[in-house]
């Protein structure tokens, strides 16, 4: 692999774990707010990354290289426990403890886009007619700007991906979580005794992994039309 595709990938996965044990420490942090203290407990209401990473070293190693080295972007997923009798006494609060990651997620997108517009307002970031994951912005000089820019251009990617990733209404999902509490009270029954089978997360991982690819580009366009208004993109 050459040199600065490695040093691509390095600032992609460093990103990716900065921003999943947010995502994750969210979730720990929301559920001991109302009450539930097992991620605590476990350690894993920190921003340290190495808890997260021994409970999660499938989904927060092995995948996010996998995806980068296949898509040239990186996905990829972590787990906080929970007490699964007060999600199913607590409906509402762990719907909002399941949120948390993907609220997590959108705030570090919104803190990228005004790290892009100071950049632009500060004559460091200029507008890329063209954008790829890792290109929403670019440095109108090279050195140091080069990889500010790179970096601010993952952190805003990646986020937008995870956010989107994790709102899938499929187990073991965030969005799964949400789409029970939604559910007559019977049905979301019938799919928390669905979500605790043990094959229900292996299917909604595939399921989502199928699906992320096609919804992620209309999500992205939006998404850049949004930070830059009137630029058209398609």
């Known amino acids: 692999m050459p040199a600065a595709e490695l040093g691509l990938g390095l600032l992609w996965y460093a990103i990716f774990v900065v921003s999943t044990t947010?995502?994750?420490?969210?979730?720990?942090?929301?559920?001991?707010?109302?009450?539930?203290?097992?991620?605590?407990?476990?350690?894993?209401?920190?921003?340290d990354p190495l808890p997260h990473l021994h409970r999660s070293p499938f989904g927060m190693v092995l995948v996010p290289i996998a995806s980068f080295v296949l898509g040239g972007w990186m996905i990829g997923w972590a787990s906080t426990p929970y007490d699964p009798y007060w999600a199913q006494s607590n409906r509402r609060q762990a719907a909002l403890?399941?949120?948390?990651?993907?609220?997590?997620?959108?705030?570090l997108v919104l803190f990228a886009a005004v790290l892009i517009h100071v950049g632009m307002l500060a004559g460091a970031f200029r507008q890329p007619e063209e954008v790829t994951w890792t290109r929403i912005t670019l440095a109108q000089a090279g050195g140091l700007a080069n990889g500010a820019a790179a970096a601010v251009s993952i952190l805003f990617s990646l986020n937008l991906i995870l956010l989107v990733f994790?709102?899938?209404p499929l187990p073991p999902l965030d969005g799964s979580e949400v789409l029970a509490l939604v559910l007559p009270e019977a049905a979301a029954q019938r799919y928390r005794e669905f979500m605790a089978q043990p094959t229900a997360s292996l299917v909604g991982l595939v399921v989502a992994w199928n699906l992320i690819d096609v919804i992620l580009k209309p999500v992205q366009l939006l998404a850049l039309n949004l930070l830059y208004p009137g630029a058209g993109y398609r």
Do not use: I, Q, Y
């Open 97 to 107: 403890m399941a949120l948390a990651g993907p609220a997590t997620n959108l705030a």
């Open 166 to 168: 994790n709102l899938l």
């Open 22 to 47: 947010f995502h994750e420490a969210a979730h720990g942090l929301a559920a001991l707010r109302f009450g539930d203290a097992t991620a605590r407990d476990a350690g894993l209401v920190t921003l």
